[in-house]
């Protein structure tokens, strides 16, 4: 059975930093897949926030997110961070991560329809 368990949410105040974490077990070849971050705000659509593939030489970042939030994964302990910093109030959501095979990249911003697994997800509070 493939897990993926979100933590590191929570709340705080616009302009400080949360680091996500999202451990993966249950997947052979850890490598082979990508993850991915993707969060929903109360009456919006998912939308992507990040990812990286397994071989750490491909990375994407939406436009509202490029530049304060930075991913990286360890492969050895098979965890992928979101390290979010300069947070603003519109980051507030329920963010989930995702993990699909490495050629799920190639969807870019729509990379979050080819995914195969999904965690719970975790609340994220930006407030002013």
């Known amino acids: 059975e493939v897990r993926l368990v979100e933590s590191g949410g929570g709340l705080v105040q616009a302009g400080g930093s949360l680091r996500l974490s999202c451990v993966v077990a249950?997947?052979?070849?850890?490598?082979?897949?990508?993850v991915g971050w993707l969060r929903q705000a109360p009456g919006k659509e998912r939308e992507g926030v990040s990812a990286?593939?397994?071989?750490?030489?491909?990375?994407w970042y939406a436009d509202s997110v490029n530049g304060r939030f930075t991913i990286s994964r360890d492969n050895a302990m098979r965890t992928v961070h979101l390290q979010m910093d300069s947070l603003e109030p519109d980051d507030t959501a329920v963010y989930f991560c995702?993990?699909?095979?490495?050629?799920?990249?190639?969807?870019?911003?729509?990379?979050?329809?080819?995914?195969?697994?999904w965690g719970k997800g975790i609340q994220v509070t930006v407030s002013q």
């Open positions: 995702a993990a699909g095979p490495n050629p799920s990249m190639v969807a870019g911003a729509q990379f979050g329809t080819v995914m195969q697994y």
């Open positions: 249950g997947l052979t070849w850890f490598d082979d897949y990508a």
């Open positions: 990286i593939n397994g071989r750490l030489d491909k990375v």
